[in-house]
């Protein structure tokens, strides 16, 4: 039988969406039930005061999430579901929807796809003329710098799809999204190579652990 804290939790997720919910709560809706001496809700605050952040327990591995007292192998499959499961629900919704007419999805996508990597990671959206996804490709991975990273290779690319414009992103696993003079670099080599063939780059997004940094948004495309 459900609680008062569960109930007002649910009740307040109907009356005003999931985003009035803190992490907590969230969090003890995903759980469902706690374990004996420990409701859900505290449960919940256990959970996250161990991992310290939500990105902290979406990224864990199996050994370190099932360590916890209180989760176990079935909520880390579910967890792992919902989160390929958001994946899949944001690549859809921007191959039906113009990407620039709705930013933080792109964002989010991004963010869901590099912000776990551990190694840098350079990832090319080509858009259709309507900018709507026709596809993604990660093509070069190590150190971004200029000599890592083919202009020729990406304009080669976007003409088999017959893309007319580009997204670009990469990862930054210190977490620190700020551009390095090589990002400026590259980035300036593949928007003039691109130019060259009426292929418009919209953006360059840099990907930390929980943001982006866009250059369109700072001015620097």
Do not use: W
Not at 110 to 124: A, G, K, P
Request: hydrophobic share 45%; glycine share 4%; aromatic share 8%.
């Amino acid at each position: 039988m459900e609680n008062n804290d569960e109930l007002k939790k649910k009740k307040k997720l109907l009356a005003f969406g999931a985003k009035a919910l803190s992490d907590y709560e969230l969090l003890a809706i995903f759980l469902r039930t706690g374990i004996k001496g420990c409701p859900v809700m505290s449960l919940s605050k256990n959970v996250l005061t161990h991992f310290g952040s939500l990105h902290a327990l979406l990224s864990a591995d199996k050994k370190a999430f099932c360590s916890v007292k209180g989760l176990g192998i079935t909520q880390f499959i579910q967890l792992q579901a919902i989160t390929e499961m958001t994946k899949r629900y944001l690549k859809q919704d921007m191959l039906s929807t113009p990407i620039i007419n709705d930013p933080e999805t792109v964002k989010l996508f991004l963010l869901t796809e590099l912000q776990h990597e551990e190694r840098e990671v350079f990832m090319v959206l080509f858009l259709d003329n309507q900018h709507r996804l026709i596809k993604k490709e990660r093509l070069f991975l190590g150190t971004i710098n200029v000599s890592a990273v083919y202009p020729r290779e990406i304009i080669k690319e976007a003409l088999y799809c017959n893309a007319a414009a580009l997204i670009l992103a990469h990862n930054h696993p210190s977490g620190i999204t700020e551009p390095s003079y090589s990002d400026q670099l590259i980035t300036k080599k593949i928007q003039d190579a691109a130019e060259l063939m009426e292929i418009r780059v919209l953006d360059h997004l840099i990907v930390g652990k929980s943001d982006c940094y866009s250059f369109a948004e700072n001015c620097l495309l």
